[in-house]
């Protein structure tokens, strides 16, 4: 079996110098805040994807995401039935912009314990994509085939 990882080429350098812009996978799935979980499962394996973007009610509430963890728990505590996506939505919800560093949606992913974080359009309170732990792990993937950079900014 060949590995399928790097979908997209970037050449070895510092990680802090790469994007989110570069690495995110651009558009997002979205639900209405009282969709059923049975909704969010339709669209989570129709688009083989693992997190759906909640679109908020009103203007003064936030965007967030329905993971494919979040359907999980919610079946293992026997509470599907009663459940809509804005219920079990992950929070925090956590956001980056697509001119942040891969390194600083690392350190947010850690920080928050989250895999995925939403991606605001530049000047906008949109999402225009989603980042996730596999996104970064696509990136890094790539890095072990050619000369892994250097934290500090050259190639070893």
Not at 4 to 30: F, N, Y
Not at 33 to 51: E, Q
Not at 120 to 137: E, K, M, N
């Amino acid at each position: 079996m060949t590995p399928t990882h790097a979908q997209r080429s970037h050449s070895p350098r510092p990680l802090d110098s790469i994007r989110v812009a570069e690495a995110m996978h651009r558009g997002v799935v979205t639900c209405r805040p009282d969709a059923t979980l049975f909704t969010v499962a339709r669209l989570l394996a129709a688009h083989r994807i693992h997190g759906v973007v909640v679109v908020p009610a009103t203007e003064n509430q936030v965007w967030s995401v329905v993971t494919d963890l979040d359907l999980a728990s919610v079946v293992s505590d026997g509470l599907l039935g009663e459940a809509t996506a804005e219920s079990v939505a992950s929070a925090p919800t956590v956001l980056v912009g697509p001119d942040d560093t891969l390194t600083r949606a690392a350190q947010l992913m850690h920080e928050f314990e989250t895999h995925h974080l939403i991606v605001l359009g530049r000047g906008t309170h949109r999402p225009v994509g989603i980042i996730s732990t596999l996104d970064i792990a696509d990136v890094l993937a790539e890095f072990s085939q050619l000369e892994m950079p250097n934290p500090g900014g050259g190639v070893r």
